[in-house]
């Protein structure tokens, strides 16, 4: 498997994506009622030691074994992350890719490493145990997720699959991890420094959001999509409310700042240009995509400020309906309802 040359994704949706910001302080949080104590602890199934603790010779029976222990999450990470196209329940046609793989010396190096910064992951079990107090807090009739962890060769950080979710351990290494810089992977360097153990829980949040809001219609407007990334992360910030709304962002202090002090011109941009309702994909996007800075802005900006504008907006309509759930919110899609509702007219 030539590892070097794999299609490079970012984390669904995703992929460390979710940096989206807010530019107000943001404490909008309705208290979970549901006691820590009635939420059992998260156990993180280590889906990568598994399958690289099966001998190599003994791939074409232990494979099976592994398969049949963990159904769902093994179709996931044979279809998803190895991009294999054939039946994943033919074992013995995998069994020499899969020995190939973990015999990869640059996988095994791979695998050795996130061992050697992930012996446990308990620090990751108990953050989750408290997003997940407050995720059966608002949705108290769901199960909660079986979470996984595995090696992603560098293509994707979380992802959501029916009711579990996979967290790929390799994109969490430390921006100091020298391989991150190398022109094979081609990672921005803003992105990089993200590539950190603390923003694990705060991605896994950021998945399961987009596993309950719906997915946008081809002709979504820019606001269509300011709501989606707003949504996403009032829900990242109801489940991690100690979390800093500046580290949820990925926003220096300066950013954050800079963002606080020019709410009214941002705003104002985009309404004196007609933007909010521009269906023009690709005149928009580069509003809302990740970025370590917004097109049409003055220097000193930080990326997606139309993402942040939506989280403006959403926190402003909760504030203004107090009655609306989070569940309400995040399946709403009227899109100029929620604008009209909040109320929201920053002010200098």
């Not at 050697?116 to 199960?143: G, I, Q, R």
């Not at 705060?202 to 219609?217: D, F, G, K």
Request: a negative charge.
């Amino acid at each position: 498997m030539n590892v070097k040359n794999k299609v490079i994704q970012t984390l669904t949706m995703v992929a460390i994506l979710l940096a989206i910001g807010s530019c107000r302080n943001n404490n909008n949080h309705r208290v979970a009622t549901t006691k820590a104590e009635e939420v059992e602890d998260v156990h993180i199934i280590r889906f990568e030691q598994e399958l690289f603790n099966i001998p190599p010779t003994a791939m074409a029976t232990g494979l099976p074994k592994l398969g049949t222990r963990y159904p769902d999450f093994y179709s996931i990470y044979v279809e998803r992350v190895l991009g294999a196209t054939a039946n994943y329940k033919e074992y013995a046609s995998y069994a020499n890719l899969m020995t190939d793989f973990v015999t990869n010396p640059y996988v095994r190096g791979l695998y050795d490493t996130v061992q050697t910064h992930f012996p446990d992951l308990k620090p990751v079990e108990k953050e989750l145990k408290v997003a997940f107090k407050h995720y059966k807090s608002f949705f108290p009739d769901s199960t909660l997720p079986q979470v996984y962890s595995f090696i992603s060769e560098f293509s994707n950080g979380a992802f959501t699959f029916e009711n579990n979710i996979g967290i790929g351990l390799d994109m969490y290494l430390g921006e100091q991890y020298p391989y991150y810089k190398s022109e094979d992977l081609g990672f921005p360097a803003f992105m990089i420094k993200r590539f950190k153990p603390e923003n694990i829980t705060l991605n896994v949040m950021n998945v399961l959001s987009t596993s309950i809001i719906p997915e946008l219609p081809q002709n979504a407007n820019l606001l269509d999509h300011m709501l989606y990334y707003g949504k996403s992360l009032y829900f990242i910030q109801q489940m991690l409310p100690s979390k800093k709304a500046h580290d949820i962002i990925y926003y220096s202090k300066e950013n954050w700042q800079w963002c606080k002090e020019n709410e009214v011109n941002i705003w104002q941009y985009f309404i004196e240009r007609n933007l909010l309702f521009d269906s023009g994909m690709l005149d928009f996007l580069k509003y809302v995509q990740d970025a370590p800075s917004t097109y049409g802005m003055p220097s000193g900006a930080p990326g997606k400020v139309g993402a942040w504008i939506g989280w403006q907006i959403v926190d402003h309509y909760m504030e203004q309906n107090p009655d609306v759930t989070l569940g309400q919110l995040l399946v709403n899609t009227n899109a100029r309802e929620i604008l009209e509702k909040s109320g929201y007219k920053p002010k200098k």
